[in-house]
Each structure stands twice: as structure tokens, then as C-alpha cells.
């Protein structure tokens, strides 16, 4: 595929903190995807030009790295810096930076995991700068996941007959438990969580995150460099949140734009039946609709980018 005609990166100071965008696309005029990313901390600029490009014939995309993760990191960015609401804020001002000097009066939002939860929230906030939304890997909250994840690797350790982890699973207790809260607790739960309810066929983390990352072109050696001091920071910073701003607002979510979900019905990270559950009880659209990708894991759109680019253009047809 050729590069497209409009292709550029911008550091631009949205509410006070210095951020990078890269934005792509052949006319300004265009319909405008702004795609968050997950995490906290994990930028995906490099993977939205490696898949999604071939829109660019019908949208203009664009992707920033989010407060404290890679080229809008900073030193001097303190956990202060990262909360919720200054997170949505940011979402909200990017869209209307990117609607400057174009016909449009709306954009077209798309979150990944963390990036689906702050975009949530950003069109409850702000509901008419936005046209449609797209989330996958939805984030509905920690608590209803972290639920959902001990009690079916619990299940799973059971049913394999692994007595031993499942010992050591029961001894750090329970979500919500003091024990379990503790940061050795914590690295205990998820060093069984992960190997027991991964797919067998899923790469481990530093080949399909870290290497990618390395590897591109999108981000300078600096930025490479700063990566991992902000999802430390980002990731420090959410696990301090309180709990009401690290679960989606309880009850029955309106949205007078369409609310679509798409999901892999392998994704335990977010859970399957957790995200399934909130778009088929709690949303009230204009127009909404659960999607499975039968297979995949967390990631779904990038794992299955050419699928994921068909469902954009049907469900974002003007």
C-alpha cells in the first residue's frame, strides 16, 4: 500500500501535559478514527500503521500516545498527573483538536482495554463530540474481572487436578481481601492466572508487545527508551485509583450515539462474559450490538486486523 498523503506526527500540549499524535489519511475532509490505546501505558501508534492504513481511502486515523506512556512521558509526570478524569479530559480535547479546520463536527472513537474504558467515559462526558464507538477488549472495571478471573482459574486448577496451585491460589485469598491486595499477593495470582488460561497458541508477551515495539520505526530511540518508565508510572498510578474510578459507573449507561462491542471469546484479561453481560444489560444506545470473534484473545482487532477493518466500515457507514 502506498503512504498516504497525509501522514505526519505533532507534539501538542492537551490540558497541560505535552503529548504525541500521528495522524494518517488522504483527505482532511474525511470521517475522523480516533483510536485509544491500552494498558495504561502501552502505545500502539506502530500498530495502527502496520493494520489499519488501507482505511485511509474513506478515514482519516489517528492515534496518541495517552499522558505518561512513551512519547508523552515525562519526568516530571507524577501519579497526580494520571487520574481518570485527566485521562477522559484528554480524550475529549484530542477530538476537538482533530475536528479543527476539517467539515467534520464529530469523530468516530475506538478503545483498546484501557483505551475502551477512558472512551466510555469520554462520551458520557461528552457525548456530542462523538458519532459512533467501537470498543474491544472492553474494560468494564477491576472489580467484576478480578471476580471473574480467580473464580475460573480456580475452576480450572480443580479440574486439572493441579492441587498444588491451587493451594498457593487459596492461600493469598480472594479479590477484595486484605491479603490479596498486597503487591507479592498480586504477582503470586497473575503468574498463575496468565500460563493456566492463556490459549495455547498465544505468543507470550515480549514477542507480541515488546518486540513489535522495539522493532518499529514509529518511535525514536528516546521514546523506545521511555516505554517502560511509563507503564510503570501509568501502571503505578491506576492501581492506586479507588475503586469507583477504576470500574465503569454502576447501572444502566446511556449513549445517543451507537455503542457497538467487539470481542474475542477467548479474552480473559477483559473478560468475555463481563463485557458480554454490560453491552447486552447496562448500555442503552441509539443502536448497539455485540460482536464475537470466535478464537481470539484480548487484542481481537489486532489479531484479526481485516476482519476488525470490515466491522469499521459497516458499522461506522455514514
Request: hydrophobic share 35%.
Amino acid at each position: 500500500m502506498r503512504k498516504p498523503s497525509i501522514d505526519f506526527k505533532e507534539r501538542v500540549e492537551i490540558n497541560g501535559v505535552v503529548q504525541t499524535i500521528h495522524v494518517w489519511g488522504e483527505d482532511v475532509n474525511n470521517p475522523i478514527i480516533l483510536f485509544l490505546h491500552g494498558g495504561p501505558g502501552n502505545p500502539f501508534r506502530h500498530k495502527i500503521a502496520a493494520n489499519f492504513l488501507p482505511l485511509c481511502d474513506h478515514y482519516t486515523l489517528a492515534a496518541y500516545d495517552e499522558r505518561g506512556s512513551g512519547a508523552s512521558y515525562s519526568k516530571k509526570l507524577t501519579p497526580r498527573d494520571l487520574t481518570v478524569d485527566k485521562y477522559v479530559d484528554d480524550v475529549i480535547a484530542w477530538a476537538r483538536w482533530l475536528l479543527e479546520g476539517t467539515s467534520q463536527t464529530q469523530v468516530y472513537l475506538v478503545g483498546e482495554s484501557f483505551g475502551s474504558f477512558i472512551g466510555t467515559r469520554a462520551l458520557l462526558k461528552e457525548p456530542s463530540l462523538f458519532k459512533a464507538y467501537i470498543g474491544y477488549g472492553q474494560f468494564v472495571g477491576v472489580d467484576p474481572s478480578l471476580r471473574w478471573q480467580y473464580e475460573t482459574l480456580e475452576c480450572v486448577l480443580q479440574e486439572r487436578g493441579e492441587d498444588e496451585k491451587l493451594d498457593l491460589l487459596h492461600q493469598i485469598g480472594r479479590p477484595g481481601e486484605p491479603k490479596f491486595q498486597t503487591r507479592e499477593s498480586r504477582g503470586i495470582f497473575l503468574s498463575l492466572l496468565h500460563p493456566t488460561l492463556e490459549p495455547e497458541w498465544f505468543e507470550p508477551y515480549k514477542v507480541r508487545e515488546v518486540k513489535p515495539f522495539r522493532r518499529s520505526k514509529e518511535y525514536t530511540w528516546r521514546e523506545k527508551r521511555l516505554w517502560k518508565k511509563g507503564a510503570n508510572l501509568s501502571g503505578f498510578a491506576f492501581s492506586n485509583w479507588s475503586k469507583a474510578d477504576r470500574n465503569l459507573p454502576s447501572g444502566t449507561l446511556h449513549f445517543p450515539m451507537p455503542y457497538y462491542v467487539i470481542q474475542g471469546s477467548e479474552d480473559y484479561i477483559t473478560p468475555y462474559p463481563i463485557a458480554k453481560d454490560y453491552l447486552e444489560n447496562r448500555v442503552k444506545a441509539k443502536k448497539k450490538a455485540f460482536i464475537t470473534y470466535e478464537g481470539y484473545c484480548h487484542i481481537c482487532a489486532m489479531e484479526n486486523p481485516v476482519e476488525f477493518m470490515k466491522d469499521i466500515r459497516r458499522l461506522f457507514k455514514d
